[in-house]
Every structure is written in C-alpha cells, then in structure tokens.
C-alpha cells in the first residue's frame, strides 16, 4: 500500500483522510513487480505490521537486487519499480510512461522478447495468447531447416531469458540446448538439473528426458520419470515404457502392461512401436 494511504490508517486524526488515487494504485504496481522478481514476502524482516507501516511512511522500501536474468528487462523493472515507488504521489509515473518503458525493452531488435505482439487489447486473455504465439514462433524458428547464426542465437536467447523467468517449457528448451551444444557449448551438468526442473514442473518431455539422464544412475527415477512422461502423452516414453516392460529391462517384466504401452504409441504412429508389435506378432 502507498505510504500516504497507510498514513492515512496509521492517524487517529478524522481529517488525515487520502483518497486512493491512480498514484496509490502505481506504488502497488511497483509492489507487484517486485514481489513477481523475487518471489517473496516484502519486509518479511520485519515482525510486527505497525513498524512496517512506520517503515514505508519514512521513505524506506524493499531492496532491488537482482542476481540473475536479462539485463534488458531487470533494466527496465528496476526503472519502473524505482519511479512506482517514490515517496511523493506526484512523481509517480502514469500508464503511458510505464509502457512505454515496457515497449522500449520489448521490441528491442536483437531482445528475445521481441517476439512478442504488440497489441492495444490489454487484456489477460490476449497477453497469455500472445505469449503462446511468441513462444511457438521460436520454436519454429528452432526447427527451421537452414537456421543461420542469428537464427540460432535468437532462439537460445529466447529460452534463456523466460527460462530465467521459470517458464517451464523454456527450462525444458534451455536444457535441451545445453545438452546438445545447439549454439551453446555443451554442459550436460548445466542441463540435468534443468531437465528435472522441468520435469517436476509436468513438462512431458522434460520427464523423459530426465529420466533418460537417470537411467544408468539410478533405475528408480528413471522408471519414475519415464512413467509420469508416458501418462503425459509423450510418445517416444510410451514406446520406450512399454519395451521396458516388455523385456523386464529397468522395470519389472509385465508383458500385458508393455503391449499396452507400445499400443498407445502405435496408434500415434510411433513407427518403432508398430515394429515391435509386429514381432510379437499383435496387430492394431
């Protein structure tokens, strides 16, 4: 809350009254972002209400430091989050002032970001679209034939970016990077406990990617991890389960439970899948 409202309940006097104001609702903007950054209770170092109230009043605020992410849009929360914060209601920043300091970043040329749609509707229903337009553009972008340099760099930053963000289908594609050196050197130690950050977060993929890390390592979250992707839909883990079971190799043997498995992905046209059915002499 802005601190001329909470001066306004911390009085006893009638005539302190302040009316809620677009400046008030700026200063809780500024909050918003913040708590959005660090993921955290503000003040949560101080114990009791009336002496974050006090503490607020006086000019004091939480602290910006930001150890991680894209320069570009810690930039650009610091700004506004700075400005939303100031202690006197004048010199707030209005709407306009702050989206034109979220467009400056946004549609930056070389910005991963810039794959975003700019749109006049600001409505949730349209960002949460838009984001999902932008995020399938790079990964077209990704399986371009004939990507050049900048293609690739794009999309890595990209990932990157709303990976530092925890997106988690960006995890899943930063590691995936990471994993493979696409663009970037190669570190498989990086990439693992992305993978399973994703995973966790029920990316299917993710899980079966992780599970594949685990495999040799520990046969438990492998077929943990494989199971939760083919539950999932992931094909490549229905074949894969399904031969597990099939051979009783990392899972224990249930040739019913296998074919099933290997069934499912059949019919998804898992061409692996159909072959093996083939030899057990099982049609579809």
């Not at 949460?128 to 004939?146: A, G, T």
Request: a negative charge; charged letters at 25%.
């Amino acid at each position: 809350m802005a601190p001329e409202k909470l001066a306004t309940f911390h009085s006893k006097s009638e005539n302190s009254y302040v009316r809620y104001t677009d400046a008030c609702e700026m200063f809780s903007f500024g909050m918003f972002l913040w708590e959005l950054s660090f993921n955290r209770v503000p003040y949560n170092h101080i114990d009791k209400s009336d002496d974050i109230i006090e503490y607020v009043i006086n000019g004091n605020r939480e602290t910006l430091n930001f150890e991680k992410g894209p320069s570009d849009i810690i930039g650009a929360f610091t700004e506004i989050i700075t400005l939303a914060w100031k202690q006197d209601p004048r010199d707030r920043p209005q709407d306009p002032a702050v989206s034109a300091i979220l467009g400056r970043t946004f549609s930056c040329e070389s910005s991963p970001m810039s794959f975003y749609e700019q749109d006049n509707n600001d409505s949730t229903t349209t960002s949460l679209e838009n984001s999902q337009n932008s995020f399938n553009k790079v990964i077209e972008l990704h399986n371009k034939p004939n990507k050049t340099e900048q293609d690739k760099k794009l999309a890595w930053e990209y990932f990157n970016a709303h990976a530092e963000l925890g997106n988690k289908n960006a995890l899943y594609w930063k590691a995936h990077y990471l994993s493979e050196g696409y663009y970037v050197e190669k570190d498989k130690k990086k990439a693992i406990p992305l993978f399973k950050e994703a995973a966790d977060a029920g990316v299917p993929e993710a899980q079966y990617r992780y599970a594949m890390e685990s495999i040799n390592v520990n046969p438990d979250i492998f077929l943990n991890y494989l199971t939760q992707s083919a539950e999932n839909g992931y094909i490549n883990a229905m074949y894969n389960l399904g031969m597990c079971y099939t051979k009783g190799q990392h899972a224990p043997k249930n040739t019913d439970k296998g074919i099933e498995y290997l069934k499912i992905a059949a019919l998804k046209g898992h061409e692996k899948a159909i072959n093996a059915l083939k030899k057990l002499d099982i049609t579809i």
